[in-house]
């Protein structure tokens, strides 16, 4: 089941990337390079690729094997956590602010909506969450923190910031460095979340094994 899962997972993550990029490109006045360039600055696209390659390494991979980086305990939590605030910001922040139509439209849900409830069933049934720690967390916030320096950086270069807020063109850097704090508490949150619920799972699930004769 978890191959099979995996297979429809992993196809339905890429393709709703290959679709965006698609749309992007028939849309967009730029080169190909900077087009691609700006494309995967988005946080969006980048969790959802991650997520993509990881249901990949699940189709093919052995269920025990803990000595490669998709098969250890944590790293299916920790890109759940980040495609889980992916979807949080656009429900609460963007969709308000965005309104695509057609195929943007469709992609953008595969992307913010469907994506995300995709992993959290692919953790739910899947993950060894009695083996995830709550030490493991402080790691999982280092890809949020490298993008937003790399996003801020790009920015000041290029004049382009993927999201409102995040652009020092539109924002000054206090209110940037509060949606910094925002935004780390969300991960933060979302993560001391994601475990606590792991960990009582795992307890339930052992209570009631006990309880069988």
């Keep these: 089941m978890r191959r099979e899962l995996a297979y429809i997972f992993a196809f339905i993550a890429w393709s709703s990337v290959t679709m965006q990029y698609w749309v992007m490109l028939e849309s967009t006045p730029l080169t190909l390079g900077t087009a691609t360039l700006r494309f995967f600055s988005y946080f969006t696209i980048l969790t959802n690729t991650l997520l993509a390659l990881y249901f990949s390494s699940q189709v093919?991979?052995?269920?025990?094997d803990r000595g490669k980086i998709w098969g250890k305990s944590g790293?299916?939590?920790?890109?759940?956590?980040?495609?889980?605030?992916?979807?949080?910001?656009?429900?609460?922040?963007?969709?308000?602010i965005w309104d695509p139509q057609g195929i943007a439209r469709f992609t953008d849900e595969l992307l913010h909506s469907l994506n995300p409830l995709l992993a959290l069933v692919?953790?739910?049934?899947?993950?060894?969450?009695?083996a995830v720690e709550w030490k493991q967390i402080p790691y999982w916030l280092i890809y949020p923190l490298v993008y937003f320096i790399y996003t801020v950086i790009h920015g000041q270069l290029s004049g382009f910031y993927p999201y409102p807020f995040v652009d020092l063109n539109e924002i000054s850097i206090g209110q940037l460095l509060i949606n910094f704090l925002i935004l780390a508490l969300t991960f933060s949150l979302v993560s001391l979340g994601l475990v606590g619920l792991g960990k009582s799972l795992s307890k339930a699930q052992s209570d009631k094994q006990n309880l069988v004769p």
Excluded: M, N, S
């Excluded at 790293?75 to 308000?96: D, E, K, M, S």
């Excluded at 692919?122 to 009695?130: A, G, I, M, Q, R």
């Design 75 to 96: 790293t299916l939590t920790a890109i759940t956590v980040y495609i889980l605030v992916v979807g949080l910001v656009y429900q609460f922040v963007l969709r308000g």
């Design 60 to 64: 093919h991979a052995h269920l025990h």
């Design 122 to 130: 692919f953790w739910w049934l899947f993950e060894d969450k009695k």
